[in-house]
């Protein structure tokens, strides 16, 4: 991988967004204080499933690649978000910007420190490629980052291949911290010309919650990664006190998840899922992963 520092960037003052101070992604990043956060985490936060070894390098990074892939192909599509830009636009107007000739993904401090053992750029690269960390085939994570390197190219969800070397274009920057939090990344799309088409940072703040930076050039502003899980929140008529964390832990071993009751709070958090609970999906999805550790190998 390269080890070519970036030029550092002017660091400027951060500005969480208002409406989404209140996510579990802003409490993990320390955006609010425990006391002024509207709600306590809950075991359907913390109990997720996702590929290992870390939820803040490898399930965070995957994340913030498929959103990254997910924006890429809003900006290329015609009469998308990127159209109006001069130096990539295509010659037909509202054509769509023309496809990227590359992507580029840089990984700073703790990501770039210790990415390579905790799989973040394989992460990154499943992100890319669309896969989800919930769902994705134990062998696309062993073979995926040789197949592209070898094929010199990536097919990026949504917007089709794009010339990629793992190698060359994923760059591991321990020596800068970005402002906001220790585990940042950017992801970069290239047009011929050498100009931006999109550049987005990421920062992964641990359980797999990923904060964005969508403001301004110049003008940070960071909000929760629009996804349904991480912005969705309810009012609870009670604080849920966190020995009910260890309760609900003890009562999931003890009598199986599809007997664990869900207390009004929670219930008021989260709405009540298909089949009646929350925590069997976790559950099995875990029994599912120790059976094929166990029998495939």
């Given at each position: 991988?390269?080890?070519?520092?970036?030029?550092?960037?002017?660091?400027?003052?951060?500005?969480?967004?208002?409406?989404?101070?209140?996510?579990?992604?802003?409490?993990?990043?320390?955006?609010?204080?425990?006391?002024?956060?509207?709600?306590?985490?809950?075991?359907?936060?913390?109990?997720?499933?996702?590929?290992?070894?870390?939820?803040?390098?490898?399930?965070?990074?995957?994340?913030?690649?498929?959103?990254?892939?997910?924006?890429?192909?809003?900006?290329?599509?015609?009469?998308?978000?990127?159209?109006?830009?001069?130096?990539?636009?295509?010659?037909?107007?509202?054509?769509?910007?023309?496809?990227?000739?590359?992507?580029?993904?840089?990984?700073?401090?703790?990501?770039?420190?210790?990415?390579?053992?905790?799989?973040?750029?394989?992460?990154?690269?499943?992100?890319?490629?669309?896969?989800?960390?919930?769902?994705?085939?134990?062998?696309?994570?062993?073979?995926?980052?040789?197949?592209?390197?070898?094929?010199?190219?990536?097919?990026?969800?949504?917007?089709?291949?794009?010339?990629?070397?793992?190698?060359?274009?994923?760059?591991?920057?321990?020596?800068?911290?970005?402002?906001?939090?220790?585990?940042?990344?950017?992801?970069?799309?290239?047009?011929?010309?050498?100009?931006?088409?999109?550049?987005?940072?990421?920062?992964?703040?641990?359980?797999?919650?990923?904060?964005?930076?969508?403001g301004a050039p110049g003008s940070p502003s960071i909000q929760a990664l629009a996804t349904a899980s991480a912005t969705q929140v309810?009012?609870?008529?009670?604080?849920?006190?966190?020995?009910?964390?260890?309760?609900?832990?003890?009562?999931?071993?003890?009598?199986?998840?599809?007997?664990?009751?869900?207390?009004?709070?929670?219930?008021?958090?989260?709405?009540?899922?298909?089949g009646g609970h929350g925590l069997p999906g976790p559950a099995a999805g875990?029994?599912?992963?120790?059976?094929?550790?166990?029998?495939?190998?």
């Amino acid at each position: 991988m390269a080890l070519t520092e970036a030029p550092a960037a002017q660091e400027t003052a951060l500005v969480s967004a208002a409406l989404d101070s209140a996510t579990p992604a802003a409490l993990l990043a320390g955006a609010i204080d425990v006391e002024q956060a509207p709600r306590p985490l809950s075991v359907f936060d913390l109990m997720r499933i996702g590929i290992g070894p870390s939820s803040s390098h490898t399930v965070g990074p995957m994340r913030a690649g498929r959103a990254f892939s997910r924006a890429l192909a809003e900006e290329v599509r015609p009469g998308g978000a990127g159209a109006s830009d001069v130096e990539c636009a295509s010659p037909a107007p509202g054509s769509g910007l023309p496809q990227p000739s590359r992507i580029t993904v840089e990984l700073y401090g703790s990501l770039g420190a210790t990415g390579r053992g905790h799989a973040t750029d394989r992460a990154a690269v499943m992100g890319l490629a669309g896969y989800e960390p919930e769902t994705v085939p134990a062998v696309v994570c062993e073979s995926l980052m040789e197949e592209v390197e070898a094929a010199g190219e990536l097919v990026v969800d949504g917007v089709g291949p794009i010339p990629f070397s793992p190698s060359v274009d994923i760059h591991f920057l321990p020596g800068r911290v970005l402002p906001y939090h220790v585990n940042g990344m950017t992801l970069t799309a290239y047009c011929a010309s050498g100009a931006e088409i999109l550049r987005r940072t990421y920062y992964s703040v641990g359980g797999g919650f990923v904060m964005e930076d969508v403001g301004a050039p110049g003008s940070p502003s960071i909000q929760a990664l629009a996804t349904a899980s991480a912005t969705q929140v309810h009012a609870t008529p009670r604080a849920l006190p966190l020995h009910h964390l260890g309760r609900a832990a003890c009562d999931l071993r003890a009598r199986g998840p599809e007997r664990v009751r869900r207390r009004p709070g929670q219930r008021a958090l989260r709405p009540q899922p298909r089949g009646g609970h929350g925590l069997p999906g976790p559950a099995a999805g875990h029994d599912a992963r120790l059976h094929r550790g166990r029998h495939e190998r």
